[in-house]
């Protein structure tokens, strides 16, 4: 147990905001809409009431701290899907180019120089060139939010600390279809990034 709290003790760090990227998964249309709140009530109910309130936040503060601020949506690269995963055609996975599936929820709309990703896979890392990007823009720190916790968000986490980025998981910025979903997967990935409130990353980029 003491190990355990040491080790999570040396994740926590200062980082330079200039060098840190606000990394929204996933937060498109085919993940949350009427059809889907329909099926995930909980799922909804924490979107809106939590969820997308602080992701706003997030990005108006990284906006302000001069931080980075990048999307990555699910989309194919092809009309027919060609390009998906293995995993994405077993499972039917298919989000048609410049769909509406595929496009940022209005109320995250990225900024003209926000740099969105196409992925066909769960993991960001695996099927975009996210890390020769941010190694361009020079960003050590990541900074993961959006959908799902447990599945593509917990892709991001374990890849960006695998590759040498510092990750950071902002636990009242991600959802999954339950509540218990949700906190299995934070306690599943702890050990691979620090874990902060909306709240306590606002207020240390104010004091950056």
Known sequence: ???EQDARLTRIRPF??????LLLIDTQNC???????ARFPEFDATIRTTVLPNQKKLIAAFRKAGGEVMYTVMENLTRDGRDRSLDYKLSDFFIAKGSWDAR??????????????SKTSSGVFNSTNI??????I???TVVITGFLTDQ????????AADRGFYPICVSDA???????????????????????????????????
């Not at 330079?16 to 990227?21: L, N, R």
């Not at 593509?152 to 890849?159: E, I, K, T, W, Y």
């Open 1 to 3: 147990m003491q190990r």
């Open 16 to 21: 330079d905001p200039q060098k840190t990227c």
């Open 31 to 37: 993940v949350w809409n009427d059809d889907v709140a």
């Open 104 to 117: 940022v929820l209005d109320e995250l709309a990225p900024g003209d120089d926000d740099i969105v990703l």
């Open 131 to 136: 890390e020769y990007v941010l190694r361009n």
């Open 138 to 140: 020079g960003i050590d």
């Open 152 to 159: 593509c968000v917990d892709h991001a986490v374990r890849d």
């Open 174 to 208: 991600c959802a999954t279809h339950s509540k218990e979903r949700h906190e299995t997967a934070l306690n599943a990935f702890k050990g691979y990034c620090r874990t902060v409130t909306t709240q306590q990353l606002i207020n240390e980029l104010g004091d950056a």
